[in-house]
Antibody
């Protein structure tokens, strides 16, 4: 059974960097796309980007170069960094596997506030 | 960027009735289209991938159709547990992958 679990600080100050990690169990991480998706409170879903098992990445241009993803296959983890955050980055952040996202983490609420 | 437009925004139906949800893409995405169900406080759940293939464990009352720019999710006989928000999403070879704004299915 594939499981994903997000972890990281729940509160980030404006202008600082949001960092989250997704730990994967029940899967080897090979030949897969590993994604981050977010959902502001009461709003819809926004795809942030993916990191492929080879290390190649694709990011949503709406985030204007503020995003970076990394992969640690030995630890079965992949990570998200979002710089220069504002209140607009307050959201539940999900990690998910694939092109069509068959497996999701439970989500991590990150609040941007001073 | 492909814009995904869902209609209607809200669909009011009674248990046992059929529900038909629409999703339109601003350009062709072939059949690279997925549907998700989301209930309050939960992560989305994949229902349909490749426009018409049910994901593992999804009941047969959920069906998807379409290709190119027009897609439909049909719930043949609504059960109480089907009242939720439904999103479509494309995932073709040209990211960013985008979601529709969602359709709320309510009693």
């Amino acid at each position: 059974q594939v499981q994903l679990h997000e972890s990281g600080p729940g509160l980030v100050r404006p202008s600082e960097t949001l960092s989250l990690t997704c730990t994967v169990s029940g899967d080897s991480m090979n030949v897969q796309y590993w994604n981050w998706i977010r959902q502001p409170p009461g709003k819809g879903l926004e795809w942030i980007g993916y990191i492929y098992y080879s290390g190649s990445t694709s990011y949503n241009p709406s985030l204007k170069g503020r995003v970076a993803m990394s992969l640690d296959t030995l630890q079965s983890q992949f990570s998200l960094r979002l710089t220069s955050v504002t209140a607009a980055d307050t959201a539940v952040y999900y990690c998910a596997r694939g092109w069509a996202f068959e497996y999701w983490g439970q989500g991590a609420l990150v609040t941007v506030s001073s | 960027e492909v814009v995904m437009t869902q209609s209607p925004a809200t669909l009011s139906v009674s248990p046992g009735e059929r529900a038909t949800l629409s999703c339109r893409a601003s350009r062709s995405v072939s059949t690279n289209l997925a549907w998700y169900q989301q209930k309050p406080g939960q992560a989305p759940r994949l229902l349909i991938h490749s426009a018409s293939s049910r994901a593992t464990g999804i009941p047969a009352r959920f069906s998807g159709s379409g290709s190119g720019t027009e897609f439909t999710l049909t719930i043949s006989s609504l059960q109480s547990e089907d009242f939720a928000i439904y999103y479509c999403q494309h995932y073709d070879n040209w990211p960013p992958w985008t979601f529709g704004q969602g359709t709320k299915v309510e009693i």
